[in-house]
T-cell receptor, first 113, second 110 residues
């Protein structure tokens, strides 16, 4: 049981380049989330999804797009990377119901130069 | 803006002492959860307390929730060096949105 898997683990981009971060979960969870973590800022919610084919904006959605074409996958896209998007990105998934805990991937460290 | 605000931002204590971290939030919640993050790793769930509960225990962890003050505390008793990590509170807004605070960095000195 792999849980939540993020790829890639590390990436360096040049300003203006695009890329897609992949999050895959094998727990049949409905909810999936993308966060970014910056020093002293905690985790900030970028986008989230409450089921296949649905997405919603979080606290800091600008500059990012997401897609949830399959229930097990949640993709985070950067169309034109900026240095301000240098961060560690975490994906999480959660089952339905108000009591359930979130499971996290190991993170993707992205540097935009 | 962050929903949960932890206090203190950093805490350093001696092994064996108790560690208390606090979390405040702004909107109504279904539940409040505490997570732990070891350096460079993903977050791991520790304990969940529902909005109609006031206190919850799990091993050396004790969580309290005061919905009238919109605050929660996490107590770790008899701390160990392995407890060194960052601790985050998270609030579930509605049934969908899980929002985290800025975290408390806990250092346990041997």
């Amino acid at each position: 049981n792999a849980g939540v898997t993020q790829t890639p683990k590390f990436r360096v981009l040049k300003t203006g380049q695009s890329m897609t971060l992949l999050c895959a979960q094998d727990m049949n969870h409905e909810y999936m989330y993308w966060y970014r973590q910056d020093p002293g800022m905690g985790l900030r919610l970028i986008h989230y999804s409450v089921g296949e084919g649905t997405t919603a904006k979080g606290e800091v959605p600008d500059g990012y797009n997401v897609s949830r074409l399959k229930k097990q996958n949640f993709l985070l896209g950067l169309e034109s990377a900026a240095p301000s998007q240098t961060s560690v990105y975490f994906c999480a998934s959660r089952g339905t119901g108000g009591r359930t805990e979130a499971f996290f991937g190991q993170g993707t460290r992205l540097t935009v130069v | 803006s962050q929903q949960g605000e932890e206090d203190p931002q950093a805490l350093s204590i001696q092994e064996g002492e108790n560690a208390t971290m606090n979390c405040s939030y702004k909107t109504s919640i279904n539940n409040l959860q505490w997570y732990r993050q070891n350096s460079g790793r993903g977050l791991v769930h520790l304990i969940l307390i529902r909005s109609n509960e006031r206190e919850k225990h799990s091993g050396r962890l004790r969580v309290t929730l005061d919905t009238s003050k919109k605050s929660s505390s996490l107590l770790i008793t008899a701390s160990r060096a392995a407890d060194t990590a960052s601790y985050f509170c998270a609030t579930l807004q509605g049934a969908q949105k899980l929002v985290f605070g800025q975290g408390t960095r806990l250092t346990i000195n041997p």
